[in-house]
T-cell receptor, first 115, second 113 residues
Framework: DAGVTQSPTHLIKTRGQQVTLRCSPK?????VSWYQQALGQGPQFIFQ???????QRGNFPDRFSGHQFPNYSSELNVNALLLGDSALYLC??????????????FGNGTRLTVT | KQEVTQIPAALSVPEGENLVLNCSFT??????LQWFRQDPGKGLTSLLL?????REQTSGRLNASLDKSSGRSTLYIAASQPGDSATYLC????????????FGDGTTLTVKP
């Protein structure tokens, strides 16, 4: 049973560049959420995708955008990178219906460093 | 706005000790609460999910309790082992915003042999 997979594992970018991170959900899951985790802090919610639409969004600027594909996989795009975007980006999958009963399952994350 | 607090930020115990990790949240009308473990540089591993209608959940040496009225959850770890060393995070969801989990900053546990 494949869990949540993310790629790449590490990425180094320069300020102003754009980056795309990828996520494949756990088998059987239809919902993907993205989180940003700064060092020493808990993850912060970026947004959630279900049925190829953004369903909820956290307090992140429009530079952060996403996409979900028909096979439920997802991408996170960040434009005009800032030094403060350096963080561990985590993807989580779950079931949309009955979210109260559906635990989040996380991938191992993508470590983004902006120089 | 939901806020989640975990105290202490770090905890060191000798092997074999039973211990309790704490999680507090400000909005008691939660949908569920989930406990996670995170090893350095890795993703989060789900440990236990407690639904709002439940008081506790158990998995092996782990027991999580939920008291919505006081806005608190505890994670009890029995007979701690060095392999339990990790950061433990709790996260809550609200029914009005069920897609979003709000996390605490975690408690970093070190179990010494």
């Amino acid at each position: 049973d494949a869990g949540v997979t993310q790629s790449p594992t590490h990425l180094i970018k320069t300020r102003g560049q754009q980056v795309t991170l990828r996520c494949s959900p756990k088998s059987g899951h239809d919902t993907v959420s993205w989180y940003q985790q700064a060092l020493g802090q808990g993850p912060q919610f970026i947004f959630q995708y279900y049925e190829e639409e953004e369903r909820q969004r956290g307090n992140f600027p429009d530079r952060f955008s996403g996409h979900q594909f028909p096979n439920y996989s997802s991408e996170l795009n960040v434009n005009a990178l800032l030094l403060g975007d350096s963080a561990l980006y985590l993807c989580a999958s779950s079931l949309f219906l009955g979210q109260g009963n559906s635990p989040l399952h996380f991938g191992n994350g993508t470590r983004l460093t902006v120089t | 706005k939901q806020e989640v607090t975990q105290i202490p930020a770090a905890l060191s115990v000798p092997e074999g000790e039973n211990l309790v990790l704490n999680c507090s949240f400000t909005d008691s009308a939660i949908y569920n609460l989930q406990w996670f473990r995170q090893d350095p540089g890795k993703g989060l591993t789900s440990l236990l999910l407690i639904q709002s209608s439940q008081r506790e959940q158990t998995s092996g040496r782990l027991n999580a309790s939920l008291d919505k009225s006081s806005g608190r959850s505890t994670l009890y770890i029995a007979a701690s082992q060095p392999g339990d060393s990790a950061t433990y995070l709790c996260a809550v969801r609200l029914p009005t915003n069920a897609g979003k989990s709000t996390f605490g900053d975690g408690t970093t546990l070190t179990v010494k042999p």
